[in-house]
T-cell receptor
Framework: KQEVTQIPAALSVPEGENLVLNCSFTDSAIYNLQWFRQDPGKGLTSLLLIQSSQREQTSGRLNASLDKSSGRSTLYIAASQPGDSATYLCAATNAGGTSYGKLTFGQGTILTVHP | SQTIHQWPATLVQPVGSPLSLECTVEGTSNPNLYWYRQAAGRGLQLLFYSVGIGQISSEVPQNLSASRPQDRQFILSSKKLLLSDSGFYLC?????????????FGNGTRLTVT
């Protein structure tokens, strides 16, 4: 059974700092790894999707990497801004077993960027 | 472009009352549809998913049911709500042809059972 873990659970940084959010998964049989952002009381917004054959994806100040063999993904946020404050979730799309095609989510990292 | 609508945004219901949450998707056909629940302090839990009209798969035994009467409509229901049904319910869709397609979420419904 796939398990996804995110570290740290919460992170508080000053504006302008570069930061890394970590995501690990136990089963390397995945189609892709997705990173989402969730603002309080809102749904999830997709940020980046890395296919299992890819190593990284970039969108603006965000860069996500994937090391499938070690079961790890990182989300790098450059020059953080207060507007980046949100909960960030990663999710692995399972490629095998009874969870085929379904996502397993981590618990999320609550990010606070203070001015 | 594709959009997903979910309503109501918030709902307060007494224990034992019925529930109906609705989700519709526009701009795509034959999507995969999902209902997730996000409880405080816990991750997202997949409740139901559907690959087509009338095709519903349940992930966990519970007090809830789902139906898909039309291609782009997904409904979450309960005949009698329990306190433990409180939570944040999210509808989502993905393209039906590729199991690795991105997942797109609605804005969620905050359900409080009193």
């Amino acid at each position: 059974k796939q398990e996804v873990t995110q570290i740290p659970a919460a992170l508080s940084v000053p504006e302008g700092e570069n930061l890394v959010l970590n995501c690990s998964f136990t089963d390397s049989a995945i189609y892709n790894l997705q990173w989402f952002r969730q603002d309080p009381g809102k749904g999830l917004t997709s940020l980046l999707l890395i296919q299992s054959s890819q190593r990284e994806q970039t969108s603006g100040r965000l860069n996500a990497s994937l090391d499938k063999s070690s079961g790890r993904s990182t989300l790098y946020i450059a020059a953080s801004q207060p507007g980046d404050s949100a909960t960030y979730l990663c999710a692995a799309t399972n490629a095998g077993g009874t969870s085929y095609g379904k996502l397993t989510f981590g618990q999320g990292t609550i990010l606070t960027v203070h001015p | 472009s594709q959009t997903i609508h979910q309503w109501p945004a918030t709902l307060v219901q007494p224990v034992g009352s019925p529930l109906s949450l609705e989700c519709t998707v526009e701009g795509t056909s034959n999507p995969n549809l999902y209902w997730y629940r996000q409880a405080a302090g816990r991750g997202l839990q997949l409740l139901f998913y559907s690959v087509g009209i009338g095709q519903i798969s349940s992930e966990v035994p519970q007090n809830l049911s789902a139906s898909r009467p039309q291609d782009r409509q997904f409904i979450l229901s309960s005949k009698k709500l329990l306190l433990s049904d409180s939570g944040f319910y999210l509808c989502a869709w993905s393209a039906g042809t590729n199991p690795g397609s991105p997942l797109h979420f609605g804005n969620g419904t905050r359900l409080t059972v009193t």
